[in-house]
């Protein structure tokens, strides 16, 4: 069973810059795209960013011009770059992937970002 494993979370000063990365392990194959999902207490779990296969992305109105994804394919592993981080952006981060076949989604447990003074 495939997995997904998220790092670089934890708590920035407002202005401040983290990078969330994902791996993907284990029997994953067909990927049709990748990304990011956030969720805070008491609100529903909202997109942040995807990536496709082949490079084409897509992000929230509220982090454009902020947070940049990647992908290293060799690596299978997507990347969030958040710079100029609000408190707005406080939330639990998931990684989430989605084959090509039969659209299958895989979450990551997700990992906490606060962004606080």
């Known amino acids: 069973q495939g997995q997904l494993v998220e790092s670089g979370g934890g708590l920035v000063q407002p202005g401040g810059s983290l990078r969330l990365s994902c791996a993907a392990s284990?029997?994953?194959?067909?990927?049709?795209?990748m990304g990011w999902y956030r969720q805070d207490p008491g609100k529903q779990r909202e997109l942040v960013a995807t990536?496709?296969?082949?490079?084409?992305?897509n992000y929230a109105d509220s982090v454009k011009g902020r947070f940049t994804i990647s992908r290293d394919n060799a690596k299978n592993t997507v990347y969030l770059q958040m710079n100029s981080l609000k408190r707005e952006d406080t939330a639990v981060y998931y990684c989430?992937?989605?084959?090509?076949?039969?659209?299958?989604?895989?979450w990551g447990k997700g990992i906490l970002v606060t962004v606080s003074s």
């Open positions: 989430n992937l989605v084959t090509d076949l039969y659209g299958i989604n895989y």
């Open positions: 284990g029997s994953i194959f067909s990927i049709n795209a």
């Open positions: 990536i496709t296969r082949t490079g084409s992305t």
